[in-house]
Nanobody, 126 residues
Framework: QVQLVESGGGLVQAGDSLRLSCAASGLTFSVYGMGWFRQAPGKEREFVATIGWSGVYTYYADSVKGRFTISRDNAKNTVYLQMNSLKPEDTAVYYC???????????????????WGQGTQVTVSS
């Protein structure tokens, strides 16, 4: 079965950077898009970014555009989220997800993503 394992979360100060990783197994990683989502306490899950199968195409939520970068290494079956200039409002559990199609450039609130990781906590202090 598909397994997605996130890592790299932690406690940082505002303005710091973090790099999240998501290692995938049990799927043909290189043919599917991947996404990052987050959920803060008491809030609904929020779309963060998606990346197409080849890594060329990316799409971001307005709230992270210019600060976060999604990338992937198909040789390592891994997707990354580089987070710079972190803000307290970025505090959340971050989840990676495997899409059911090679690429999408819209926010579907996670609809269409077929597998999800267990998440990694990111806490940004002010």
């Amino acid at each position: 079965q598909v397994q997605l394992v996130e890592s790299g979360g932690g406690l940082v100060q505002a303005g710091d950077s973090l790099r999240l990783s998501c290692a995938a197994s049990g799927l043909t990683f290189s043919v599917y898009g991947m996404g990052w989502f987050r959920q803060a306490p008491g809030k609904e899950r929020e779309f963060v970014a998606t990346i197409g199968w080849s890594g060329v195409y990316t799409y971001y939520a307005d709230s992270v555009k210019g600060r976060f970068t999604i990338s992937r290494d198909n040789a390592k079956n891994t997707v990354y989220l580089q987070m710079n200039s972190l803000k307290p409002e970025d505090t959340a559990v971050y989840y990676c997800a495997a899409d059911s199609i090679p690429w999408r450039n819209s926010n579907t609130n996670g609809v269409g993503f077929r597998s999800w990781g267990q998440g990694t906590q990111v806490t940004v202090s002010s």
